[in-house]
């Protein structure tokens, strides 16, 4: 009896790994989109690239006029999305959303990851923005200067709080750029770094830019911006560039699908893109505090190939 | 005045109150079933939100939460599946009373104490966010290290009276904790080669797995056994009355710490409502007197029910104040503020003090819908006790699957979930626990994440880790708290090991 009961079970993961298995025929490219669509968010519902997806999906399904559906999956930081969107079949019906920063730190941070940079067709990239440092209220720490002066009289003493093990590299490229020894807190989360900042546990913290509204309310210094230009959307925040450092790291959000996607498949995701980014999607972009950039095609994969070239040199040692 | 008058005109239109009920029956419904949560719950509607404005999006959502906090204990008690790992302990205690004929008694107590809870929680919240939200901040790495530690005594409470057996349950939640990637390196762990795997362990598959899967299985291996036949449980009729009364009577100091405790916890960035129910059933215990923990002690329910309630409140606390999200819950919640443009934080009560205030008092109307979804809700819902279990087990089972599967929108849950079932299934055999299970993994990520910062800043400043640790009035508090705890917990465990004795003797001389 109990045997049963076990076949049963055996019988249940058996049918659950076919579900996961099932395959879906491979449309007509030229009708494209002849039938929903799924995105693949490698975030959970309600964080900055889920809202960045759906700002972008949203004006997108009413121009194709076919559904997109957002499937979040947040799992081990996206890493399972992310592999997931690899999978999938090439045929423009799956689709994912990430960013540079996320698939070349889990490509060349660690090989048993099975992510592959060149796995994905980049369709577009969406935004743009960078991190940031912010030093703590009450910190010595105000500024450029005073942040290499503080680090200078304390090597290795100076904590810098990170959201994830993936931006060991900008830590890796502050310390470099800026001839300093300072010790990385790694975290799960932009939040807790913040929040062990406000507490000040930590002195300093390198933070993605959306953070900067609430880093200037809570009396905290924001030192600069690790990209070659000013951000439109926080206009005051000086550059690392201008302040005579350069690093440039942006991070971009990006439409992707798995490798192989056909041409006129792309053609014509971009060509709807470029549409929507004269309207709704930019409007919806700067709503949720994001830069809107659209970069496809040639230029998108020059970025790519040096940025994802760079990312390597840092992070596969 | 003039912003109390918008506020109150706004929250008392129509639209508002059909928002704010909906939520709160929606988060009630999904936590009940075993499999489904308020945050799937959540993440699931929040695209529904962003075509509501800002105010009436956050009680929806705030509806669904409180509800589903209070939801979880009702399965628990009836069928021994608790809908969320927030109710685990509520099924220790309620379960033994259903099968006494006390259901009813036991729900009651249930929305007794989530109702008051939820108060303290949302009263705490209106009067002190901003005071209490720069308190939860001076809870660093090293704090939230030992208080996770602290935590984990709460293991002697779990466990009946092999505490041996608890012990490894709480090991192999740890263990599940370290699955996947590790988060200060950014490399996989204990991964086996499966891809599955490199997600780790989700906190709700697994509680799928170990509770529902688990019992559903048992209950039909049980039923296998004994060709068909059912043992009838009886469902008393009780009077609401007397279960207010005796709350705020008898367990009145038990209701006023828990709900302490679950809005302390709550405010903490990082924890949660699961935390806060784990630690009140501990605390609780820990002052029982007669050792009857285990058996249906109604202390039992109150104490996590009003502390996952009061949580709630508590987790909107360094949210709303500061922009920290306090649980994965109100983490989504914040989501659905920045998506409308409002960056939580000191500037959105001054900036946006009607969206505010109509959510923060909107909060109140949806702790009064629940309560009364909660009571008339009773006596439609507990006749699920005399529902053959044949019916319920396919059920259960398959609700199961799709809220492992909910989770992230993937198949891996799934087969962590019923693997996890298999687990439970042969825990039960061997006699060992399983929520210690849950514990051990909800605090698995807590002990290591905050024991690596805490070493990396100690490191930094060059200095002993000790006197790190202990030179911070907060971690002597904690430990002192740490040490109390497992005072309690032994002279508990010798009290009912007693008590038992006692028992057997009575018997012995009852049965010459």
Redesign the interface.
């Known amino acids: 009896m109990k045997k049963r009961i076990l076949s049963a079970l055996v019988l249940m993961l058996f049918a659950a790994s076919l579900f996961a298995q099932g395959a879906g025929e491979s449309a007509v490219a030229d009708d494209y989109p002849s039938k929903d669509i799924q995105c693949i968010v490698i975030a959970a519902a309600g964080g900055g690239t889920d809202a960045m997806a759906r700002a972008v999906t949203g004006p997108l399904e009413k121009q194709l006029g076919k559904s997109i559906v957002v499937i979040n999956n947040g799992s081990a930081g996206g890493l399972v999305a992310t592999g997931d969107i690899a999978d999938a079949d090439p045929d423009g019906y799956t689709l994912g959303v990430f960013s540079n920063t996320d698939v070349a730190g889990f490509a060349y941070s660690d090989k048993s990851n099975g992510i592959d940079v060149n796995n994905y067709t980049y369709i577009a990239a969406l935004n743009t923005t960078g991190n940031i440092i912010i030093a703590k209220k009450g910190s010595e720490i105000k500024d450029m200067d005073s942040l290499i002066a503080y680090a200078k009289a304390n090597p290795g003493k100076l904590t810098l709080g990170l959201p994830s093990a993936t931006q060991k590299m900008d830590h890796e490229l502050v310390n470099k750029t800026l001839g300093i020894d300072t010790t990385a807190v790694v975290y799960s989360g932009g939040n807790k770094v913040f929040a062990d900042l406000l507490g000040g546990h930590i002195e300093a913290a390198i933070l993605s830019a959306k953070f900067i509204k609430q880093a200037k309310e809570n009396g905290m210094s924001v030192i600069g911006i690790m990209l070659s230009d000013r951000l439109s959307t926080f206009p005051d925040v000086p550059t690392f560039k201008e302040q005579g450092y350069d690093i440039n790291n942006p991070a971009m959000r990006m439409l992707v699908g798995p490798k192989g996607i056909p041409q006129n498949v792309v053609d014509k995701l971009v060509a709807e893109l470029e549409k929507g980014y004269q309207g709704d999607m930019t409007a919806n972009i700067s709503a949720i505090g994001e830069c809107p950039v659209l970069l496809t095609g040639e230029k998108l994969q020059e970025f790519l190939k040096s940025d994802f070239a760079m990312r390597e040199a840092f992070l596969s040692k | 005045m003039g912003l109390f008058a918008e506020v109150f005109t706004n929250l008392f239109s129509l639209r508002m109150l059909i928002t704010s009920l909906l939520g709160t029956f929606i988060g009630i419904v999904l936590g009940a079933i075993p499999g489904m949560n308020g945050g799937i719950g959540i993440?699931?509607m929040?695209?529904f939100t962003?075509a509501m404005d800002p105010a009436q999006g956050l009680l929806f959502l705030g509806g669904m939460y409180l509800g589903s906090s209070y939801g979880g204990s009702i399965s628990g008690i009836l069928i021994n599946v608790p809908g969320t790992a927030e109710s685990a302990c509520t099924a220790i205690e309620g379960y033994p009373m259903t099968r006494r004929g006390e259901g009813r008694k036991a729900l009651y107590y249930s929305i007794v104490a989530s109702g008051f809870g939820s108060i303290v929680g949302l009263v705490v919240l209106v009067l002190f966010a901003p005071a209490l939200a720069s308190l939860?901040?001076?809870?660093?790495?090293p704090e939230m290290l030992l208080l996770a530690i602290c935590g984990l005594t709460i293991v002697g409470s779990l466990t009946g009276k092999n505490i041996v057996k608890g012990l490894i349950a709480a090991a192999f939640g740890l263990f599940l904790a370290m699955i996947?990637?590790?988060?200060?390196?950014?490399?996989?762990r204990f991964?086996f080669g499966q891809?599955a795997l490199?997600?780790?362990i989700?906190l709700i598959p697994a509680v799928i797995g170990l509770f529902a899967i688990a019992e559903m299985?048992k209950q039909?291996?049980k039923q296998?056994?004994s060709k068909g036949e059912e043992n009838e449980i009886d469902l008393k009729k009780t009077s609401l009355l007397s279960v207010v009364k005796d709350t705020f009577t008898k367990h009145l100091g038990n209701i006023l710490s828990s709900s302490a405790i679950g809005t302390f916890i709550g405010i903490l960035?990082?924890t949660g409502g699961a935390i806060a129910s784990f630690l009140a059933y501990g605390s609780a215990k820990g002052r029982d007197k007669e050792g009857t923990f285990g058996n249906g002690n109604p202390d039992g329910i109150i104490a996590p029910e009003s502390a996952n309630n009061a949580a709630v409140g508590g987790s909107l606390v360094?949210m709303l104040a500061?922009?920290?999200?306090g649980s994965s819950t109100s983490?989504?919640?914040?989501?659905?503020l920045?998506?409308h443009?409002l960056?939580p934080?000191?500037?959105l009560f001054v900036e946006n003090g009607d969206i505010v205030y109509t959510f923060l008092y909107g909060m109140f109307l949806v702790c009064l819908f629940m309560i009364l979804i909660g009571i008339f809700g009773i006596p439609l819902f507990s006749p699920i006790v005399k529902v053959k279990i044949k019916y319920i087990i396919p059920v259960v089972i398959m609700c199961s699957?799709i809220g492992a599967y909910s989770v992230?929108?993937?198949?891996?849950?799934?087969?962590v979930a019923?693997?996890l079932?298999?687990v439970g299934v042969l825990f039960a055999k061997l006699e060992v626990p399983t929520t210690p299970v849950v514990l051990g993994l909800i605090l698995g990520d807590l002990i290591e994440?905050n024991y690596?910062?805490t070493a990396?800043?100690v490191?930094?400043?060059?200095v002993n880790f000790f006197f790190y640790v202990f030179t911070r009035p907060l971690c002597i508090v904690i430990f002192l708290l740490t040490v109390y705890l497992i005072w309690a917990n032994i002279r508990v465990l010798h009290k009912s090991k007693r008590v038992q004795q006692e028992s057997r003797i009575e018997q012995d001389v009852q049965e010459e």
């Open positions: 993440a699931v929040l695209p962003y939860s901040v001076k809870f660093g790495p996947g990637v590790d988060d200060a390196t950014g490399k996989m991964i891809r490199r997600g780790g989700d299985v039909a291996m296998l056994g960035p990082g360094p500061l922009g920290i999200p983490a989504i919640m914040f989501g659905a920045t998506i443009g960056i934080g000191h500037s699957l992230n929108n993937s198949m891996n849950d799934v087969v019923v693997i079932g298999l994440s690596v910062r990396t800043i490191q930094a400043a060059d």
